[in-house]
């Protein structure tokens, strides 16, 4: 059974349950062995297979062994119970220990050092063995929260946005190769306004785009509004996304707002901004957004209409 076989019977081996559960695999064993903590199924070459709930209690039994409780105290309880003593609801583990939480936090963790090749690695690993869709809404946009997250505490550096800009980058190359073309796939151009460098939620708005079936043109960061619309109009896109992610001075919001209007003029337009955005105000004529489930939303019924 390969990687693709096994992602296709919402089965994981021990390798990928390793990776996503922040455990190693002789711990695995032991507490399935010792403690009977999960049941996995068996290949017919006698190897591991665990369903994604089973992953999803091995986190939960790693985090109550955190908070001090032994493994012999905890594994015989049910889900509910370790949500209880974990102190969560399940909404709240759903939200911040979900599936892929420990491959989000490996990732960053090897950003912060440096360990570009390592942090590469666990992206195209991960990207191997997750369908598009699933990769893009529920490994890429977390990371992008905590990205966004550790922006905000400092933690995050310029140099560490370059690293995974470029990555992301990189691994939308690598999706849009090998994504099953769609025939007839509308077409959708996405990049940033002129001075607008930070390119996260546009990379972000490409994959959702590419996972939907769409074929996203994406022009990278910065570009000039005449380009945007040249490419736009040459591509025959059926609308353009742009992202903009940080508020603008009075003298800079006049000129987005103008360079926006010349492009809904020949074009739809659809903009990601974050809450609280002066152009929330404006009266630009775009689709605005502001989460990633509201783009991905509008996508599905653009398909759909």
């Known amino acids: 059974m390969n990687a693709k076989t096994t992602e296709l019977s919402g089965l994981y081996p021990m390798r990928v349950v390793s990776r996503l559960s922040g455990l190693t695999a002789d711990t695995i064993r032991v507490w399935e062995r010792r403690y009977q903590a999960v049941s996995p199924e068996r ?15 091995l986190v939960l039994l790693r985090r109550a062994t955190e908070l001090g409780h032994s493994i012999g105290q905890v594994a015989g309880l049910q889900d509910e119970d370790l949500l ?9 583990v759903t939200r911040h220990k979900s599936l892929y939480d420990a491959v989000i936090e490996d990732y960053l963790a090897a950003v912060l050092r440096f360990d570009v090749q390592r942090a590469e690695a666990i992206l195209t690993r991960t990207a191997a063995i997750v369908p598009a869709l699933k990769l ?7 990371l992008m929260r905590r990205v966004g997250e550790s922006w905000k505490e400092g933690e995050l550096k310029i140099p560490h946005e370059h690293i995974i800009s470029g990555q992301l980058r990189s691994l939308l190359g690598t999706l ?4 099953e073309p769609v025939v007839a796939a509308p077409r959708i151009l996405v990049t940033t306004p002129p001075n607008h460098l930070h390119e996260f939620g546009a990379i972000i708005g490409a994959f959702i785009a ?15 509004f005449e380009d945007i619309s040249d490419a736009a ?15 603008c001075s009075a003298t800079e919001l ?19 901004i974050p809450d609280g955005h002066q152009l929330s105000d404006s009266n630009v004529s775009a689709t605005l957004f502001y989460q990633y489930d509201e783009l991905d939303r509008a996508l599905v019924g653009y398909k759909s209409a």
Do not use: C
């Not at 290949?43 to 209690?57: C, I, L």
């Not at 209880?84 to 709240?92: A, D, N």
């Open 210 to 224: 590419a996972s939907r079936g769409f074929e996203p043109i994406y022009l990278g960061a910065n570009t000039p």
């Open 84 to 92: 209880r003593i974990i102190g969560e609801t399940t909404q709240e």
């Open 176 to 179: 849009m190769r090998h994504v």
């Open 136 to 142: 893009t809404l529920e490994v890429l946009v977390p």
């Open 233 to 247: 109009t040459q591509s025959g896109s059926a609308f353009i996304l742009l992202s903009v992610a940080r508020k």
């Open 254 to 272: 006049e000129s987005l707002t103008a360079g926006l209007e010349s492009l809904s003029g020949d074009h739809e337009l659809w903009l990601g």
């Open 43 to 57: 290949t017919g070459g006698n190897k591991r297979r665990y369903s994604g709930s089973q992953v999803q209690r």
